[in-house]
């Protein structure tokens, strides 16, 4: 078999985001400015949204929303441990506590799970890793796993029933979509919560480079995410500096500086317009592949829940059936590797993590279902440009593998 190279993925830029870019570094606008608000109104339509604030990531957007929505020092958040870094860390950055959550099979938060939960923190018995007491328990932050979306309908019941604040990290979801049932309407993810946070990191559905996005329809949490992305000045910079602004500010709280730039504003304009163009190609591409891979027995393709889901298809992660092979997941990673194929795993849970572990003595057991699917998850490539070709020649590489070391 001829070594082909296929990157992990790659970002889909024209000229029309160059060109953009270029009349932005023309103007002499160069940080948050009238791109910034293009793209914050356009954002906000996509999505039907109230408000969309336009920040420098999606961790940005975690940590804004869970202080505007009132997380304090010592406070409980829900969170699943099947995540990345960000949604956790945020967390941590106002020194509330992570209290983690198993996942189902989809590979987003247990809802069941989460119930129980609250319901075992609530008796004040031993949770999650956890030992009393507990501080007050204020949040649930859902992550949609590769853009297929949480069990959002349950969530919701779950946050109105104890009174909890829902966060939705919608890194993963743009476009995604979902409804409770046939007879419900389609939503978009990011959409169902009190506040929705969007990633534009350069490997996300569309990106700006860097950049996020949080979405809210309260009038409140979004002053507040807006005051708190510029060091809690009550006038921005673009108003400051603008003919329309006042040199005049005041500081009414000790605020980040989270703020997008009008550069990265300019590519995201263009990305969001052919976002949906970019979600069917992704959607085409993870068809071919489970029509490659369907039937192979070393291999589990993700299920679509087609009835329930519009997937964004950000990642393609495949499980191997390692009691079919005679190797382990790193191996068959290298495999790949040797074969030219870019490939990632997403994640190693979170409370399997040194810091976690150390910080809270969690321990490996405690989240059997995560814990299981991570070692043998294996994320393929899969981005907008992605060539048939080159997804029958990763298709082939698995077959290959799985031949040679099937047992
Ligand atoms: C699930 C999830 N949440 C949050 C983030 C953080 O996004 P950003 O890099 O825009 O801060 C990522 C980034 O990969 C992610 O995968």
């Given at each position: 078999?001829?070594?082909?190279?296929v990157?992990?993925f790659?970002p889909?830029?024209?000229?029309?985001?160059?060109?953009?870019v270029?009349?932005?570094?023309?103007?002499?606008?160069?940080?948050?400015g009238?791109?910034?608000?293009?793209?914050?109104?356009?954002f906000?339509?996509?999505?039907?949204?109230?408000h969309?604030?336009?920040?420098?990531?999606?961790t940005?957007?975690?940590?804004?929303?869970?202080?505007?929505?009132g997380v304090e020092?010592?406070d409980l958040?829900?969170?699943?441990t099947?995540?990345?870094?960000?949604?956790?860390?945020v967390?941590?950055?106002?020194?509330a506590v992570?209290?983690?959550v198993?996942?189902?099979?989809?590979?987003?938060?247990?809802?069941?799970?989460?119930?129980?939960?609250i319901?075992?923190?609530?008796?004040?018995?031993p949770?999650?890793g956890?030992?009393p007491p507990?501080?007050?328990?204020?949040?649930?932050?859902?992550?949609?796993?590769?853009?297929?979306?949480?069990r959002?309908d349950e969530?919701?019941?779950?946050?109105?029933?104890?009174?909890l604040k829902i966060?939705?990290d919608?890194?993963h979801g743009?476009?995604a979509?979902?409804r409770?049932?046939?007879?419900?309407?389609?939503?978009?993810?990011g959409?169902?919560?009190?506040?929705?946070?969007?990633?534009?990191y350069?490997?996300k559905c569309?990106?700006?480079?860097e950049?996020g996005?949080?979405?809210?329809?309260?009038?409140?949490?979004?002053?507040?995410?807006?005051?708190?992305?510029l060091?809690?000045?009550?006038?921005?910079?673009w108003?400051?500096?603008?003919?329309r602004?006042?040199?005049?500010?005041?500081?009414v709280?000790a605020?980040?500086?989270?703020?997008m730039?009008?550069?990265?504003?300019?590519i995201?304009?263009?990305?969001?317009?052919?976002a949906?163009m970019?979600r069917?190609?992704?959607?085409?591409v993870?068809g071919?592949?489970?029509?490659?891979?369907?039937?192979?027995?070393?291999?589990?393709?993700?299920?679509?829940?087609t009835?329930t889901r519009?997937?964004?298809?950000?990642?393609y992660s495949?499980?191997?059936?390692l009691?079919?092979?005679?190797?382990?997941r790193?191996?068959?990673?290298?495999?790949?590797?040797?074969?030219?194929?870019?490939?990632?795993?997403?994640?190693?849970?979170?409370?399997?993590q040194p810091?976690?572990?150390?910080?809270?003595?969690?321990?490996a057991?405690?989240?059997?279902v995560?814990?299981?699917?991570w070692?043998?998850l294996?994320?393929l490539?899969?981005?907008?440009?992605m060539?048939?070709?080159?997804?029958?020649?990763?298709?082939?590489a698995?077959?290959s593998?799985?031949d040679?070391y099937?047992?």
């Amino acid at each position: 078999m001829e070594v082909r190279r296929v990157p992990f993925f790659k970002p889909s830029i024209s000229t029309d985001e160059i060109d953009e870019v270029v009349d932005t570094l023309r103007s002499g606008w160069l940080t948050t400015g009238p791109k910034v608000r293009q793209f914050e109104t356009e954002f906000a339509g996509a999505v039907n949204a109230r408000h969309a604030i336009a920040l420098n990531s999606c961790t940005a957007a975690l940590h804004l929303a869970l202080e505007a929505v009132g997380v304090e020092s010592g406070d409980l958040v829900i969170v699943p441990t099947m995540t990345f870094a960000a949604t956790a860390e945020v967390i941590r950055y106002l020194n509330a506590v992570p209290l983690f959550v198993d996942c189902d099979q989809t590979l987003c938060i247990d809802p069941l799970k989460v119930r129980e939960a609250i319901e075992s923190i609530s008796a004040g018995n031993p949770t999650g890793g956890l030992k009393p007491p507990f501080g007050k328990l204020k949040a649930i932050i859902p992550m949609h796993y590769g853009g297929h979306c949480c069990r959002m309908d349950e969530l919701i019941e779950i946050g109105a029933k104890y009174d909890l604040k829902i966060i939705e990290d919608a890194a993963h979801g743009f476009p995604a979509y979902y409804r409770a049932d046939q007879e419900s309407e389609w939503k978009h993810a990011g959409t169902f919560s009190d506040v929705g946070c969007f990633s534009f990191y350069a490997n996300k559905c569309i990106t700006t480079g860097e950049g996020g996005m949080a979405v809210t329809d309260d009038d409140d949490l979004a002053d507040r995410i807006r005051l708190m992305s510029l060091h809690g000045m009550n006038n921005d910079a673009w108003k400051r500096y603008s003919d329309r602004g006042s040199w005049y500010y005041e500081i009414v709280a000790a605020g980040f500086k989270y703020n997008m730039t009008d550069i990265a504003a300019a590519i995201g304009i263009h990305q969001l317009r052919k976002a949906e163009m970019f979600r069917r190609k992704r959607a085409a591409v993870a068809g071919r592949y489970s029509e490659q891979l369907s039937g192979l027995p070393a291999v589990e393709t993700p299920q679509d829940y087609t009835n329930t889901r519009i997937n964004s298809w950000h990642l393609y992660s495949i499980r191997l059936n390692l009691d079919r092979l005679t190797i382990d997941r790193a191996a068959f990673i290298e495999e790949l590797v040797k074969r030219g194929v870019g490939c990632s795993v997403h994640w190693k849970p979170l409370h399997m993590q040194p810091y976690y572990q150390d910080s809270y003595g969690l321990e490996a057991g405690l989240f059997p279902v995560a814990e299981s699917e991570w070692r043998r998850l294996v994320s393929l490539p899969i981005f907008p440009d992605m060539t048939f070709d080159e997804v029958d020649y990763v298709g082939g590489a698995i077959k290959s593998i799985a031949d040679d070391y099937s047992c």
